[in-house]
């Protein structure tokens, strides 16, 4: 992941080496080499992944790729822990800073998730209040919630493994077309994640954060977030609360934004953006890297 990239542009070069440095190992041969179980792991997942956003974020401006630079830019969001990058990009923390604080972010996940085996599953095409009944429902004593509201007929729901399970029967019956349990290792986006609140906060709030000098749009809120002490509280929450992704995209297009780039490995969000509204126009970093 992202070794052509590091090939190609000087930009991208030097936003994997500040990563190597910022973290103190070479985030940048997981990356490229892994293994894939090394690479996977939550703890370097995250800054892996927020590494090649910015790298890929500074080839589309050292190529001249997003019109006049970063100043052409309306607003930002990142899905998850996607909104470190989109802060970075917006002035709000440094490259260095982000990849530190989400290398901590995915310790303490993956340590919150190895304490109550808990996952995370897709519902397609069931409506969101439904699935949110079933989850009242069938949570018992444990946790069971909505995580992410992605975009129309796609909710992912997390909780206890137990949970999940009893609820996806009642789910199908109920009308979605499938029930995908996903890859992860743990209850991410849920209560279970409570105990992450702590530690991140704590790294936060000694974090050189300054106001971002364009709007980023919250997952927890789907609105734009404009101090840094509302992106500290932002992110200490985003842990354990849904990740309001369609909202923030309805946002985004109301505000008059009709053209989208999705910044990552993949296009995974660009899918999301043309189930919401098929109107705006949406590319994806890749293919612009690429033409």
Not at 100 to 120: F, P, S
Not at 143 to 170: K, T, Y
Not at 210 to 232: H, L, T
Request: hydrophobic share 45%.
């Amino acid at each position: 992941m992202g070794a052509e990239l590091y090939q190609s542009s000087g930009a991208a070069r030097a936003v994997f080496d500040e990563a190597d440095a910022a973290l103190g190992f070479s985030i940048s041969r997981i990356c490229f080499d892994g293994p894939e179980g090394e690479l996977t792991a939550t703890e370097n997942a995250q800054p892996a992944l927020v590494t090649v956003e910015l790298a890929m974020l500074a080839a589309l401006v050292e190529r001249g790729a997003l019109d006049e630079g970063l100043s052409s830019v309306s607003c930002v969001a990142g899905h998850s822990l996607g909104e470190y990058a989109a802060l970075s990009a917006a002035g709000c923390v440094s490259a260095p800073d982000a990849v530190r604080l989400v290398r901590l972010r995915g310790r303490l996940m993956a340590e919150a998730g190895a304490a109550v085996r808990g996952g995370m599953a897709a519902v397609l095409g069931l409506d969101r209040g439904v699935i949110e009944g079933l989850c009242d429902e069938h949570r018992g004593g444990g946790v069971l919630q909505v995580a992410n509201l992605n975009c129309p007929g796609q909710v992912v729901i997390s909780g206890d493994v137990d949970c999940l399970d009893a609820v996806e029967g009642p789910l199908t019956q109920a009308g979605a077309k499938r029930v995908v349990r996903l890859a992860v290792s743990g209850a991410f986006h849920s209560a279970r994640m409570e105990p992450v609140r702590e530690g991140l906060g704590e790294a936060l709030a000694e974090a050189a954060l300054s106001d971002p000098r364009i709007p980023v749009y919250a997952n927890v809120s789907a609105r734009p977030v404009a101090s840094s002490d509302e992106v500290r509280g932002a992110l200490v929450a985003q842990v354990a609360s849904p990740v309001l992704w369609e909202d923030t995209l309805r946002g985004m297009i109301a505000s008059g934004v009709g053209r989208f780039v999705e910044v990552g490995p993949g296009r995974v969000l660009s899918g999301l953006l043309r189930r919401t509204d098929k109107s705006v126009v949406v590319e994806a970093a890749e293919d612009l890297l690429a033409a």
